[in-house]
């Protein structure tokens, strides 16, 4: 019979559960599993990139399968946000407030994780490794609990700028990006290595995502009398950058590209693969379609794991070997946790990495975090196109520290 | 002055493609008395199928035409299955299905041929002139458009195909009273549309590549130099595409900069337009009640 003290005493039990749960113990973690939740992209535009969550559930899978970490099997949650991040905060929240995961891993996307920074850090939800480029995940001030994964965009640019003041110290740069974060990071990269020099030296121009070309764009560099050139665009764009200066006629001294359009089938081949020769890129991955690492030990690793656990999986495919890379790299934290999966400590360890080496970053290059630097990766080796595929050439350069 | 000069000629070759584009939205217009928001994605799906043909081993031009006719049954088919029975409701229904129509075609166009940057074929040289200010193509498709805006002035003008069709769009009712069919007409204005669109899609691939959303951006222009030359009027709206492509290209070099040359664009418009609502070459049309 419903009366007011059994309304009270249930309104009362309502308001302590909460409580309880939490004091029960740390949240995400039992004595048997614990729970990591991340976002992929596995349906809409970005569709490509599920390949990297695909290999992380046959990962965690094959984790538990040789018996788990610390006594526990890995419960790996792994959502799809389609790549639009009013369904990433959908899905966070869910991940956090309904399954009540331990923490978030390798959520992709630059606009989704952006949509979530903010939510993840007041809830003290460590945030590890985002798939995404962007430099603002380095910034332990304000977040302390996100930290990105590969090398940022203004890395990029830095190592850009410093192999170009070591080969011409008296360059003139310009600058094609794109009017947004992404775009932005690159001419923040340059300033950082450029200093008060950078209005004497650089000269920039945006586009956006709306124009039909970016001609106009090239044809006011090329004039500008700019003697190299960085490329920060999205794909279709840096096609036709490609195309546009060469057959303006305009061959730069150096032409850097961004890593994130360096796709052959969609970039190069498109422009015109021999109208690209000589232009510049960095990479941190082994490719696995460079046949110079057919007998690297790491590759070899990433070859077996594959056949054994995706057979039936593309091995051209890059994302892979990056995926299996932060899937180790994630493995080393919960090694260093040893046992304790508080989110204090999980965020603890991931800022506590010295220099782990994981098999499919190019060799010499390592993860390093702590306290203040919250960019794991922080070195690149540069590549040439020579017409058919990326060569790498010298050795690493690090990022400028700022 | 000589960086004038190419910017001129490089605001000309991407006026070219607001030109082709805009075209097909004076078709629409003028067969239907609204705009169709889903054009750009409708052209977009329409180069996919082209490309496909080509790929499949068609000759070009073959492609070409088959993509023409494909594209005109689907415009068609569209009109009929989903203007036909709204054909009644206000404005909004309409722009509710072209709003819907946008969101299921690009997806429809990601899902089938996926997302990833393809390169097109040209018909035209493909080489680079005056020292690569502009391409083989850009001049042959300029060609192009333009003889697509003869055959759309001389049908609007001279066939009596034209006359009924425009007669639909201005005064249905009186139109039907006279004996034209005027659900037909629509149905036609549709596909004549859709199929100009096509040729846009097929002309403005090679420049800027194709993928699910190339069109996002130039419909915009398109539709910006549409109402600037006056969207009754073929000829008005290819002078405005033009018109945008120098406009921005020197705005945003020597006046306001890259990152506001769009706002520099779409402003000039508005001006022009509170002069002269009807665009520069629009017929003002003055109805007696």
């Not at chain 1, 992380?56 to 538990?64: I, L, Y």
């Not at chain 1, 006594?71 to 899905?91: A, H, W």
């Not at chain 1, 306290?371 to 196109?385: D, E, G, T, V």
């Amino acid at each position: 019979m419903l009366n007011r003290r059994s309304l009270l005493a249930s309104g009362a039990a309502l308001l302590a559960a909460p409580s309880i749960v939490k004091a029960q113990t740390v949240v995400g973690v039992t004595s048997e599993e614990i729970k990591i939740g991340s976002i992929m992209p596995y349906s809409g535009p970005a569709s490509a990139y599920g390949a990297i969550g695909r290999l992380q559930q046959a990962f965690f899978k094959g984790v538990n399968e040789a018996g788990g970490i610390s006594g526990r099997r890995i419960n790996f949650l792994s959502l799809d946000d389609g790549y639009q991040p009013p369904k990433t905060v959908e899905q966070t929240r869910r991940l956090v407030e309904q399954d009540r995961v331990a923490f978030l891993f390798n959520t992709l996307g630059t606009p989704g994780n952006t949509a979530i920074q903010r939510y993840v850090n007041q809830r003290k939800v460590p945030h590890l490794f985002l798939a995404t480029g962007a430099d603002k995940w380095a910034d332990p001030q304000n977040f302390p609990w996100t930290i990105g994964y590969q090398p940022s965009y203004r890395t990029e640019a830095q190592i850009f700028t410093k192999y170009m003041l070591e080969n011409d110290r008296n360059a003139k740069l310009g600058i094609l990006y794109q009017n947004d974060d992404f775009g932005k990071d690159y001419i923040a990269g340059v300033r950082d290595v450029l200093g008060a020099r950078f209005d004497a030296v650089v000269k920039t121009v945006s586009y956006e995502v709306t124009d039909a070309t970016i001609d106009s764009q090239v044809v006011q560099l090329h004039g500008s009398g700019v003697d190299c050139l960085l490329t920060a665009a999205t794909p279709k764009f840096a096609a036709q950058t490609i195309r546009k200066v060469h057959d303006i006629g305009w061959r730069p001294k150096m032409h850097f590209l961004t890593d994130v359009s360096i796709s052959v089938g969609s970039v190069m081949n498109p422009a015109g693969p021999e109208k690209g020769v000589g232009i510049l890129t960095a990479a941190y991955l082994k490719e696995p379609t460079d046949p110079t690492w057919q007998a690297d030990p790491g590759m070899q690793e990433w070859r077996a794991w594959m056949v054994k656990h995706m057979p039936d999986a593309d091995q051209t495919d890059g994302n892979f070997v990056y995926s299996y890379g932060v899937s180790k790299c994630l493995m080393q934290v919960l090694t260093q946790c040893n046992g304790d999966f508080s989110r204090e400590n999980v965020m603890k360890q991931a800022t506590s990495l010295n220099n782990v080496a994981i098999p499919t970053l190019i060799n010499g290059i390592t993860v390093g975090t702590s306290a203040s630097n919250f960019h794991p990766i922080r070195k690149m080796q540069l590549a040439k196109w020579d017409g058919k595929t990326w060569e790498r050439f010298g050795g690493l350069i690090e990022g400028a520290n700022v | 002055m000589n960086g004038f000069l190419h910017q001129v000629i490089a605001g000309i070759a991407t006026g070219g493609i607001y030109a082709s584009v805009a075209l097909a939205l004076v078709m629409i217009y003028q067969a239907t008395h609204h705009v169709n928001f889903a054009q750009g994605e409708m052209a977009t799906f329409s180069t996919y199928i082209a490309l496909t043909l080509v790929n499949a081993g068609w000759p070009f031009w073959l492609a070409f035409l088959a993509t023409v006719a494909i594209s005109f049954c689907l415009g068609v088919m569209i009109e009929r299955v989903l203007m036909r029975p709204v054909a009644n409701a206000s404005v909004l229904t309409h722009v509710g299905v072209f709003i819907g129509l946008v969101l299921v075609v690009s997806n429809l166009t990601g899902w089938v041929f996926d997302y990833t940057v393809k390169p097109f074929p040209t018909p035209f040289h493909d080489g680079p002139l005056l020292g690569g200010l502009i391409s083989g193509h850009e001049l042959g498709s300029t060609a192009v458009t333009l003889v697509v805006l003869g055959l759309v002035f001389l049908f609007f003008r001279y066939t009596r195909l034209g006359l009924a069709m425009r007669a639909a769009a201005y005064n249905p009712a009186s139109a039907r009273l006279v004996g034209v069919r005027v659900g037909w007409m629509l149905a036609l204005g549709w596909g004549l549309a859709a199929a100009i669109g096509a040729i846009a899609g097929i002309m403005v691939a090679p420049v800027v590549f194709l993928e699910p959303n190339m069109m996002l951006g130039i419909l915009l222009y398109a539709f910006a130099g549409a109402l600037l030359g006056g969207i009754d009027n073929p000829g008005g709206a290819v002078i405005g595409g033009f018109a945008v492509g120098v406009i921005e290209n020197l705005g945003g070099t020597y006046i306001v900069g890259t990152e506001l040359k769009l706002t520099l664009a779409l402003v000039i418009i508005i001006g022009v337009l509170l002069v002269r609502p009807a665009g520069l070459f629009g017929r003002v049309v003055l109805s007696r009640v």
